[in-house]
Every structure is written in structure tokens, then in C-alpha cells.
């Protein structure tokens, strides 16, 4: 059965940081290109960044770099995202979301930030992360 479970949302003020994780179960996860995706009230789903298998490429949407950091432990099945300078408008709900290697240029859309081409396998459940001003 395969799960993939977030944690560390919550509540802080702008400025504040936030880590959150997503553990992984029931398939080969260093195989799978991983994203963190989020979604904010009346909004579109944003990707927010991806990370390849091996953890050595990474994509930040324009309006985190800087200030999230995603990173990925293979060994603990645990993928993580560290969020410095919070600001009101990164108040959302975050998923993790793998994605299975079909082809070199698949993984690129992941790893790349094109996430509207990419099918994801499986989804978390999210995590609300709301950043009071």
C-alpha cells in the first residue's frame, strides 16, 4: 500500500520558517522524481519545487527561490521542504507527489518545474500552512 504522509504545516508570522516532510511507503521511492505542489484558497495548484532521484537536480518556482529549500533523504524514504521567510502568500494547503521514471526527458519535466505534463503517481494527503502578517 503505498502512502505518502506530510507533516510540519501550521501557523506562523511572516518571516517565520516552517519544515515540512513527507514520508514515503510502499514502493521504491529513490526511483520516483518528487515534487511539493500547493494549492491556496480559489487559486491553481502551484509546483512549488521538485527534486530528482538522486537529489542532485532541483526546481524552484520564481516565487520561493531563495527562500524554500528541497532536499530529499533516500535512505530514511523521506522527502523534505525547508521554508524560510514565510510571507502571507505562501499560506496554502502542500502535497508531496512522486512520479515514476518513464524517460530521461520525463524526469526532466519533473526535476525542471514542468509539472502540468507530468501524470503524477501518488499524492499526500496535504498539509495547511497559513502565514499570519
Not at 103 to 125: E, I, P, V
Request: glycine share 12%; proline share 2%; with cysteine.
Amino acid at each position: 500500500q503505498v502512502q505518502l504522509v506530510e507533516s510540519g504545516g501550521g501557523s506562523v508570522q511572516t518571516g517565520g520558517s516552517l519544515r515540512l516532510s513527507c514520508a514515503a511507503s510502499g514502493y521504491t521511492y529513490s526511483t520516483y522524481c518528487m515534487g511539493w505542489i500547493r494549492q491556496a484558497p480559489g487559486k491553481e495548484r502551484e509546483g512549488v519545487a521538485g527534486i530528482s532521484t538522486g537529489g542532485v537536480y532541483t526546481y524552484y518556482a520564481d516565487s520561493v527561490k531563495g527562500r524554500f529549500t528541497i532536499s530529499r533523504d533516500n535512505a530514511k524514504n523521506t522527502l523534505y521542504l525547508q521554508m524560510n521567510s514565510l510571507k502571507p502568500e505562501d499560506t496554502a494547503t502542500y502535497y508531496c507527489a512522486a512520479v515514476q521514471y518513464r524517460s530521461s526527458a520525463y524526469a526532466y519535466d519533473c526535476y525542471s518545474g514542468s509539472f502540468s505534463r507530468l501524470d503524477f503517481d501518488y499524492w499526500g494527503q496535504g498539509t495547511q500552512v497559513t502565514v499570519s502578517s
